[in-house]
């Protein structure tokens, strides 16, 4: 059993910044984080192999935020920046034991999901 634990969410004005960090309880190999706001499906926004080698972007993100992780410390965070109304969404972290796994959404592990919402 791998727990997960998110920290970092919160309200923001449009065009600022958050960072989304989520420590799992063991070394994990693909990590990261859907979205899912009212009404809508749940969305993979970004995902990292163990390596830091792949990454996956969703195009709506992308140049605006950046995922990481630090392997020594089992946990991946997510720098949110240029924020937009359209970002509001409870983000959760994710794991699978496959980067191909995840990007189909297919996870092994899921966070309790932190709230960020971003206000126009």
């Known amino acids: 059993q791998v727990h997960l634990v998110e920290s970092g969410g919160g309200l923001v004005q449009a065009g600022g910044s958050l960072r989304l960090s989520c420590a799992a309880s063991i070394a994990v190999y693909a990590m990261g984080w859907f979205r899912q706001a009212p009404g809508k499906e749940r969305e993979l926004v970004v995902a990292i192999d163990y390596e830091g080698e792949n990454t996956y972007y969703a195009d709506s993100v992308k140049g605006r935020f950046t995922i990481s992780r630090n392997n020594a410390n089992n946990a991946v965070y997510l720098q949110m920046n240029t924020l937009r109304p359209e970002d509001t969404a409870t983000y959760y972290c994710?794991?699978?034991?496959?980067?191909?796994?995840?990007?189909?959404?297919?996870?092994?592990?899921w966070g309790q999901g932190t709230q960020v919402t971003v206000s126009s």
């Open positions: 994710a794991t699978s034991f496959r980067m191909a796994a995840m990007l189909k959404g297919e996870c092994d592990y």
